[in-house]
Structures are given as C-alpha cells and as structure tokens.
C-alpha cells in the first residue's frame, strides 16, 4: 500500500486557519495554490516577508500564510505597505487585494503607489464585482452587467486596472485568469523579482454571485468558461476581428521596465 505524501508546500500554510472559507468553485483558492508554487520555486519564505490584505474575499488569502500580516481596513492596504517599505525596505511586501477593494476605495492609494513606484507587488484578483458584501457593481464590472446594486444592469464604463496603473507609472503589470495556472505562477514569479511597482491581475470566477446575477448561473465551470470568452490573449487576437475584440480584457505583460523606486525622501533609489 503506497502512503501518499504530503504537498511540501503546505510547509507555508497555518493549519489552524483550514479549511479556507472561501465558497464553493471561487478562485481565491487558486490563486493562493499558485502563489504558493511561486514561493516554492523562488526558494523565498513568507515568515521573512509581510503579506498585507484588506476588506473581501481576495482579502483572506494572507490569512493562511505564515508570515507577518496586516488584514483589516478596505481600500487601505497601499497605504500599510507604504510605511512598512519606508520602514524596511529590504522585506518584500506582497498585497492580496480584490479589484472592489483595490480599484474603488482604494484607488487613490493605488494610482500613487503606482506613481512613486513603491517596491511592492500587488496581487489583485478580479471577480468582476464586490463579492463579499453580497454582490454589487465593481468598477470592473462589465458594461450592462446585472449585480445586486444594478438589476437593470450597469451603466458604468468599467476600468481596465492594468492600463489605469500602467498609465499611473507602474513598472510591470500582467494581467491572467485562474484558467492559466502556468502563466499566473511564472507572472507572481516575475513579480516577486521585479524591483519596483508590480500588479498581477487575475480574472477570476465568482459564482455565488457575479455568477448567479450576471450569468444567471452557479456552476464555477459555467462561470469559468465566460472569463475564457471575456478575455484574450496576443495570439488569440491575431485571429480576431475589432469587433470580436471589443469589450473584452487582454492577457498578457504590459509593461516590465526599471525605474528608481520610491524611497520617501528626495533620494530614489
């Protein structure tokens, strides 16, 4: 009889904090999956970094690492990691962050940490709404989209987080979906290395609720195969018409350069 031997990954999990409470089919469990491998491949050690999340479903991920933490205030985890690097500038910082809680409330902090080109990385998941408060219209949200707060769908252009920081003064940005696991991991990987401001965006599915009120379906593999059609990579454009194209998120790098990152004096470094 063989034994089965345990995943050496769960080495950087809290086994107090399992099972996760992330719902059925959600992606946050992914995520945290592919980050793992990520750690595990760059040989780094959460317990030698900070992991800071906000207010949301994306939010818990740093809940089951072990490693020093912040989890707590919405839209404000920037501003946590802005005085931690002014502080220790030598630890890695990593944010878990929805795209509610990073894009909305947060979204002054994450415009000017995108402009200072505060040495953190921001891992954002989309799920294309403000899922754990129950639903609501996101500024990511898909034009027209049904959620609790817009039954008659949304009338708002939703943002596209990538170009929005890229445009800000972020050094490199990717975005991805949970579909990707390759990509996601090698993207967190690039991340971790990179000196400067990075965001990694991962679409991903929430059938509780963008699922149930937009798709009008509860079935995680339902939803996952809509992210698969909302979004596009470089190859897959080159067999696309503009008007196939339009409305849709592109997968890929935007941009990875090096600039002097913010130091909080005059000094960059």
């Known amino acids: 009889m063989s034994v089965q031997k345990e995943n050496p990954r769960r080495r950087f999990l809290r086994p107090e904090k399992l099972p996760h409470f992330f719902c059925s089919g959600c992606g946050c469990g992914q995520v945290l999956n592919y980050y793992t491998q990520a750690l595990e491949e760059l040989n780094m050690d959460p317990e030698y970094m900070v992991h800071i999340g906000g207010v949301g479903c994306t939010a818990r991920i740093p809940v089951y690492l072990k490693t020093d933490m912040f989890h707590g205030v919405h839209g404000r985890t920037l501003g946590w990691a802005t005085g931690v690097k002014m502080m220790r500038p030598d630890v890695p910082v990593v944010i878990f962050a ?87 991991k090698k993207a967190m990987e690039r991340a971790l290395t990179h000196k400067g401001f990075s965001l ?22 339902a939803v996952l195969e809509w992210i698969k059609g909302y979004t596009y990579t470089d190859a897959q454009a080159k067999k696309m018409s503009p008007e196939e194209l339009e409305g849709k998120l592109r997968c890929g790098q935007y941009i990875c350069v090096e600039k002097p990152v913010y130091a909080g004096t005059t000094n960059m470094m």
């Not at 998941?125 to 707060?149: C, I, K």
């Not at 008659?152 to 890229?166: I, N, Q």
């Not at 990694?200 to 593999?221: M, W």
Request: glycine share 10%; net charge negative; hydrophobic share 35%.
């Open 200 to 221: 990694i965006e991962i679409v991903s599915q929430c059938p509780t609720h963008f699922g149930r009120y937009a798709l009008k379906t509860g079935d995680p593999n």
């Open 98 to 184: 929805g795209d509610g809680d990073v894009s909305s409330i947060g979204g002054n902090h994450l415009i000017h940490a995108a402009r200072r080109n505060l040495d953190v990385t921001v891992v954002m998941v989309n799920n294309l709404n403000f899922a754990m408060t129950g639903g609501q219209v996101a500024p990511t949200t898909p034009e027209d989209s049904r959620t609790m707060t817009t039954p008659y769908g949304s009338a708002e252009p939703r943002f596209d987080v990538c170009e929005l920081v890229k445009a800000a003064g972020a050094t490199h940005v990717e975005r991805w979906t949970t579909a990707q696991p390759a990509q996601c």
